[in-house]
């Protein structure tokens, strides 16, 4: 009966794992900037800590729009769209390859610049659209050409690439309803197979040590 009690247990394990979100809509959210960059017309971004006060799970991360700013709930983790879209776009804009491919290096170890990552970042997300010389342009609203040179590499490296790794939108609302959108960051939904891995090798092991009692 033991066995058979497992394989149960199992089931519901991975069935939530499979539908598991590490941020969840209308979860209030603690939102600070720990290494700020100016953007060059007069706001500021770079690496943020946001922490769910549901979960008590924190991430690093980085934000999407220059002309949004920090809310206080979870809207929505379900896409790659950006609700409002940022300075050239009012409606959902969707996430670069080319900017989810950075995020997913920074999860993962990558050494970056963080400042220069945020000004990429922008730049992919074309935050900086309608701007012909941005370098000269950042440099002249008080940006330094050292951290422009290095997003502008940063940019380049990231042109053409791809990542399957879940990189989503993480938008943020100032109301429990999501009904009035604020800033959107980029988040890494955890992947369910190392879990289901685990839940296996545990179930393994439940049905190892009931072997090794019955000898």
Known sequence: MKKIFLIPILFLFLSGIAWSLPFNAGDPVNINLIESVGSGFGSSGGL???KDLNTNITINTFC???DEFI???VADVSDDLATKGGRNTDGNDKLSDATKWLYWRYTEGY???VK???LAIWLLEEEYHDISDWKTWYKNNGG???LANLALQYVSDAQGQ???ADIRVLDISYNKDGTNPAQSYLIRVPEPGGLILLGIGLTAVGLG???FRKV
Do not use: M, N, P, V
């Open 162 to 164: 791809s990542t399957t």
């Open 48 to 50: 943020f800590k946001i």
């Open 71 to 73: 809310g206080s709930y």
């Open 111 to 113: 050494s970056y610049d």
């Open 209 to 211: 040590a009931r072997r």
């Open 144 to 146: 330094s050409e050292i």
């Open 116 to 118: 220069a990552l945020q």
């Open 64 to 66: 999407l729009e220059l």
